[in-house]
């Protein structure tokens, strides 16, 4: 019943998300792209692709327990995201983790997973929405950072509420036990506020922090590829529309 209840947990946000993104892109994203059904499908795909596959390498923190891993899979999807739209982003990021799982399973009860796809979501979701309104460099700029707080807020607030408890419910871990893996790596950490203050802030601040700074690098060189022949693709989707 516990298990079930997390799926449909799951399930539920990840509609909400889609939903979400979807007003935003119809409402506040100005530059929507006018791209095939096909094109859009195919590079959603490659970028996920992308991200599950570096989903799998994970780098352990010296701050955090053991289970808290970070991976730079967000970085292929929030340049989807900035390519493609909100939508797309949030697309990539549940095939990234189901990718992931095909590859490698779970071994945190998928809560780790589940937590992965909705905290890289408040990170892509903000950043693509405030780079659309206006597509610039300092857009793109604004964008990661309003991310990066936002994903470090959510992140910190959603594990301290629903992530550590149900991770401890579903692991059959008691919480003194995920507590106590804390406090080996640091002594601060006694409860779970502690925990969310001294591993998770951090966690997601370097993660934001880092994802942005390649993604800022590699973002604009890799775009004039990304957008070739786009011009052409609205063309023939006008074409189309009108006919």
Do not use: Q
């Not at 003194?176 to 969310?196: D, Q």
């Amino acid at each position: 019943m516990e298990s079930l209840k997390f799926i449909l947990v799951c399930l539920a946000i990840f509609a909400g998300l889609v939903l979400l993104a979807a007003a935003l892109e119809r409402w506040l994203v100005r530059d929507r792209k006018r791209l095939s059904d096909t094109h859009y499908i195919v590079y959603t795909a490659i970028f996920a692709c992308m991200a599950g596959v570096l989903m799998l390498v994970e780098i352990p923190l010296f701050f955090a327990p053991g289970f808290y891993k970070m991976d730079l899979s967000e970085l292929p999807i929030l340049i989807c995201t900035f390519y493609l739209g909100p939508v797309a982003g949030v697309i990539a990021e549940l095939l990234k983790v189901m990718i992931k799982l095909l590859l490698k399973g779970s071994s945190t009860a998928f809560v780790g997973d589940f937590a992965n796809f909705a905290v890289g979501c408040s990170f892509v979701l903000p950043a693509s929405v405030i780079y659309h309104a206006k597509p610039s460099r300092r857009s793109a700029l604004y964008g990661m950072l309003a991310g990066t707080l936002v994903m470090t807020v959510f992140g910190s607030a959603f594990n301290a509420v629903y992530l550590l408890p149900k991770f401890a419910a579903l692991f059959g871990m008691p919480m003194e036990v995920i507590i106590g893996m804390g406090t080996k790596v640091n002594a601060a950490i006694t409860s779970v506020s502690t925990l969310v203050l001294f591993a998770v802030v951090p966690f997601n601040l370097l993660k934001g922090v880092v994802v942005s700074l390649l993604t800022f690098l590699l973002y604009k060189r890799i775009s004039p590829i990304l957008h070739r022949g786009d011009e052409r693709r609205k063309a023939r989707h006008t074409e189309k529309s009108a006919a």
